[in-house]
């Protein structure tokens, strides 16, 4: 994709430098051109050029000398004079109806240009953007006697530059093209990985408490290394009472609230999984103490214990929980059974009278 995008910036820079190129080549052409044809014109004329080209004869005789000079690129060559701001044919090297007649009126496209052409001392040019099969119009003054007496003029048209078209241009309209397949090539598999990635969290975390589920531990279960976590089950107590009383919204604020607790309360490394209805399993990053393990654990029932649960401000519950905590689940020889002692431990929590802390390695409560 980089290297595309690179090559269709280069591809531009390489079609407008040698449009740029061709530019300066038609301009030297065209100087050298008109030069020829001043040079020619002045040779023929006799003091006034109004007065010189009176003569349909001498008219006749120099349009021919234009005609013989208009070509493919040069299509058009004539010579224009003004007079109170009209400007008029004095010459005109085209053929049949094409040619301005005699004291006739032109009325340029870049009027701009035209009104520089007669105060300029030098050869000026400018890009036709309206005339069909016209690419610049180069404007030499005629200066007789110190004095702009007309202009000649060369229509050059777009046969080079076309040329140019037809061989850069259509690969640059085909790598655009292909970078824009790409692109949306890219999106479209940006979308799908977004929706599959989205579709994954779904499937893995727990819409009530945002924490993760039981799917989420299916997929890690073989990832889990028994000797550097410790497990910790947590249940709320009494909370069928809960939804009792007040019901089950109350108890679905509850649990997102206990939630929320347990987050605070854990470190970025341990994984919080919504184990069951009620039922927190904590997968704690071993500290490499016990005591320190323990420490967390009774930090997150302390931190339970003490602060009212807010649920409106007419209603705050205070809540307890039970923890069973199997600190080094290494002695275990599966996950499954892991977990089943930490479970057995808070089954023992519970009852002890529930709001305490039992863990395996002093096999007491704290």
Same mark, same amino acid.
């Given at each position: 994709?980089?290297?595309?995008?690179?090559?269709?910036?280069?591809?531009?820079?390489?079609?407008?430098?040698?449009?740029?190129?061709?530019?300066?080549?038609?301009?030297?052409?065209?100087?050298?051109?008109?030069?020829?044809?001043?040079?020619?014109?002045?040779?023929?004329?006799?003091?006034?050029?109004?007065?010189?080209?009176?003569?349909?004869?001498? !008219? @006749?005789? &120099?349009?021919? #000398? /234009?005609?013989?000079?208009?070509?493919?690129?040069?299509?058009?060559?004539?010579? *224009? =004079?003004?007079?109170?701001?009209?400007?008029?044919?004095?010459?005109?090297?085209?053929y049949g109806a094409d040619r301005g007649e005699y004291k006739q009126k032109f009325f340029p496209l870049l009027d701009r240009l035209w009104q520089s052409g007669f105060k300029s001392r030098f050869p000026i040019f400018g890009f036709q953007k309206k005339a069909d099969g016209l690419w610049l119009t180069y404007l030499h003054p005629i200066n007789i006697g110190g004095k702009i007496v007309a202009v000649l003029a060369l229509d050059i048209s777009t046969s080079e530059?076309?040329?140019?078209?037809?061989?850069?241009?259509?690969? !640059? @309209?085909? &790598?655009?093209? #292909? /970078?824009?397949?790409?692109?949306?090539?890219?999106?479209?598999?940006?979308?799908? *990985? =977004?929706?599959?990635?989205?579709?994954?969290?779904?499937?893995?975390?727990?819409?009530?408490?945002?924490?993760?589920?039981?799917?989420?531990?299916?997929?890690?279960?073989?990832?889990?290394?028994?000797?550097?976590?410790?497990?910790?089950?947590?249940?709320?107590?009494?909370?069928?009472?809960?939804?009792?009383?007040?019901?089950?919204?109350?108890?679905?604020?509850?649990?997102?609230?206990?939630?929320?607790?347990?987050?605070?309360?854990?470190?970025?490394?341990?994984?919080?999984?919504?184990?069951?209805?009620?039922?927190?399993?904590?997968?704690?990053?071993?500290?490499?103490?016990?005591?320190?393990?323990?420490?967390?654990?009774?930090?997150?029932?302390?931190?339970?214990?003490?602060?009212?649960?807010?649920?409106?401000?007419?209603?705050?519950?205070?809540?307890?929980?039970?923890?069973?905590?199997?600190?080094?689940?290494?002695?275990?020889?599966?996950?499954?059974?892991?977990?089943?002692?930490?479970?057995?431990?808070?089954?023992?929590?519970?009852?002890?009278?529930?709001?305490?802390?039992?863990?395996?390695?002093?096999?007491?409560?704290?």
């Amino acid at each position: 994709m980089v290297m595309i995008t690179a090559l269709y910036i280069q591809l531009g820079r390489i079609i407008d430098q040698t449009n740029s190129e061709i530019n300066k080549i038609e301009i030297k052409r065209a100087q050298k051109l008109t030069n020829k044809i001043i040079l020619h014109i002045k040779s023929q004329i006799n003091g006034d050029i109004s007065t010189s080209l009176g003569s349909p004869k001498s !008219r @006749e005789k &120099l349009n021919n #000398f /234009l005609s013989l000079n208009v070509t493919d690129e040069f299509k058009y060559i004539y010579v *224009i =004079y003004r007079k109170k701001g009209v400007y008029r044919y004095l010459l005109d090297g085209s053929y049949g109806a094409d040619r301005g007649e005699y004291k006739q009126k032109f009325f340029p496209l870049l009027d701009r240009l035209w009104q520089s052409g007669f105060k300029s001392r030098f050869p000026i040019f400018g890009f036709q953007k309206k005339a069909d099969g016209l690419w610049l119009t180069y404007l030499h003054p005629i200066n007789i006697g110190g004095k702009i007496v007309a202009v000649l003029a060369l229509d050059i048209s777009t046969s080079e530059y076309q040329t140019l078209k037809k061989l850069l241009i259509p690969l !640059r @309209e085909f &790598l655009r093209i #292909f /970078l824009l397949v790409l692109l949306i090539s890219m999106l479209v598999i940006l979308v799908q *990985i =977004y929706m599959f990635y989205t579709e994954r969290k779904k499937s893995i975390i727990d819409p009530l408490t945002l924490l993760y589920n039981r799917n989420y531990l299916k997929e890690i279960w073989k990832k889990i290394n028994l000797e550097k976590v410790s497990i910790m089950m947590l249940d709320i107590d009494h909370f069928k009472l809960i939804n009792d009383n007040y019901g089950h919204d109350v108890g679905d604020i509850v649990l997102g609230l206990i939630a929320k607790r347990i987050t605070y309360e854990t470190r970025f490394e341990d994984k919080i999984i919504r184990y069951g209805g009620e039922e927190f399993l904590i997968l704690l990053k071993w500290p490499k103490s016990n005591e320190k393990v323990v420490q967390i654990a009774n930090r997150i029932r302390e931190s339970i214990a003490n602060e009212k649960i807010r649920i409106s401000e007419d209603l705050n519950i205070s809540i307890t929980v039970s923890i069973g905590l199997n600190i080094n689940p290494s002695k275990d020889k599966t996950l499954k059974e892991a977990i089943k002692t930490a479970d057995k431990m808070l089954y023992l929590a519970k009852n002890k009278g529930r709001n305490r802390l039992v863990h395996t390695h002093l096999d007491v409560e704290e």
